[in-house]
């Protein structure tokens, strides 16, 4: 065999639960594309799938583990990883000294006890599981004599998969869990560009449902750089979920018309739900059950409980809101933690002051909102442009 015996590869693991089922096809290779596409750029790399595993391969070289493992933990679905070895040659004396060497090469002398722990998928193999265990456990003691057995609470255990090769050990690194995206249905997220709305469109991902977002555009009082912060914002979102469909939706007309025709105090709550409109028409027709929003109550304005009813009242499916208990401080730490808190924070220079009330009000009427908004005859029409006019970007 022209081939290397043993290669050291990343063991990943998802949630057998979360992938069973009908779908559970679509689901594994929609993780395989995603690990494919977030290692895209650093290197050449073997993605395949293995009896209930994934195992992550250098083409070429030496796998860098630290390189390619924070790009796959942050997969929703991936219960973790585990650096390891794959052993084409599975004889009992080769795993012994595959399990010894990987021992050595993780650091023998931090630990004192351990077990070996021996699982067989392949069920040809000619020893059972806990033959492999024993046989390969008396080969370690032998050669680290400072080792005893523990098999109930080892500082270290070392796991041998029988598969169609064998997998060698010891460590499992966890990911975010959580479920495979799409698991859930669908759901659209009103991207803004701030902190907020990022991460409530991680937070529903995390819970399965495949995101796509709707950004309300309106140059010229929002620029372009306003517009980039947003894309690079559902770029990064795929490192998570595998992909994003963003509508960026020309606003201004609509804007300028609520602006001319509403009490100034009460403009935003207008704003608002005339988005949650266009959010609500764009989702249906993608076949999404839920709009998605970054709103915290009580932290601005519109952000009082009478405020978010007067803006849920237009809508046409549920509004959900992952940030509602949040305080902001908790928002920012999960934004740094997924890697939207720079984009978010970047400075950009937009001029829309003119839609932004001194003393809004905090505490609208829903009824109130509604009279005035049936009075609006042309608000459909610019719902309707808005809607027909949206520039889909597919990242
Ligand atoms: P964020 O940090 O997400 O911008 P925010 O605290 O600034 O939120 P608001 O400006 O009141 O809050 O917006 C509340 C929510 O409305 C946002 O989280 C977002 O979901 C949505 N939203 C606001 N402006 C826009 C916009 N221009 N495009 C898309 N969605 C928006
Ligand atoms: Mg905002």
Redesign the pocket.
Same mark, same amino acid.
Request: no cysteine; charged share 10%.
């Given at each position: 065999m022209s081939e290397k015996m043993e290669d050291n590869v990343l063991i990943v693991k998802y949630g057998e639960i979360a992938v069973r089922g009908n779908n559970r096809k679509f689901f594994i290779e929609r993780l395989l594309r995603t690990i494919r596409k977030n290692l895209d750029d650093i290197g050449d790399f073997y993605v395949v799938k293995e009896q209930g595993r994934l195992i992550v391969e250098d083409r070429g070289g030496e796998l860098d583990f630290d390189k390619v493992i924070p790009r796959i933990l942050c997969i929703m679905g991936i219960i973790g990883v585990s650096p390891g070895v794959r052993v084409r040659n599975q004889e009992l004396d080769n795993l012994k000294k595959v399990c010894a060497e990987h021992i050595r090469s993780i650091g023998a002398d931090k630990y004192k006890t351990f077990k070996i722990e021996t699982k067989r998928s392949n069920k040809s193999y000619p020893l059972e599981s806990r033959e492999v265990s024993a046989a390969v456990g008396e080969y370690i003691l032998d050669e680290f004599p400072d080792f005893t057995v523990d098999v109930h609470n080892p500082e270290l255990t070392v796991y041998i998969e029988l598969r169609n090769d064998a997998y060698v050990y010891s460590e499992l690194i966890k990911g975010l869990g959580g479920l495979p995206v799409g698991s859930s249905g669908k759901g659209i997220?009103?991207?803004?560009?701030?902190?907020?709305?990022?991460?409530?469109a991680f937070m529903m991902a995390k819970r399965g449902v495949e995101v796509e977002? =709707?950004? %309300?555009?309106?140059p010229p009082y929002?620029s372009e750089r306003a517009k980039q912060k947003?894309v690079d914002l559902a770029e990064r979102l795929t490192m998570f979920t595998g992909g994003f469909k963003l509508y960026v =939706?020309p %606003?201004t007309d609509l804007q300028l018309y609520l602006l001319e025709n509403v009490p100034h105090d009460k403009l935003?709550i207008f704003?608002?739900r005339a988005?949650t409109r266009v959010?609500c028409i764009l989702g249906e027709r993608d076949g999404a059950l839920a709009v998605?929003?970054?709103?915290?109550v009580g932290?601005?304005a519109?952000?009082t409980m009478q405020g978010l009813h007067a803006i849920s009242a237009a809508a046409t499916m549920p509004i959900l809101r992952p940030?509602a208990g949040f305080d902001k401080q908790e928002?920012v730490d999960i934004a740094r933690k997924i890697g939207t808190f720079d984009i978010?924070v970047r400075p950009y220079e937009d001029c829309c002051t003119i839609f932004v009330a001194k003393h809004p009000e905090t505490k609208p009427k829903t009824s109130v909102i509604e009279k005035i908004e049936s009075k609006l005859t042309e608000l459909d029409r610019y719902i309707n442009e808005a809607v027909e006019n949206a520039e889909i970007i597919e990242l």
């Open positions: 997220v009103m991207l803004s560009g701030g902190i907020d709305s990022p991460v409530s977002g =709707v950004y %309300f555009n309106s929002t947003v =939706v %606003f935003t704003l608002k988005m959010a998605i929003t970054g709103d915290s932290q601005v519109s952000q940030l928002i978010s």
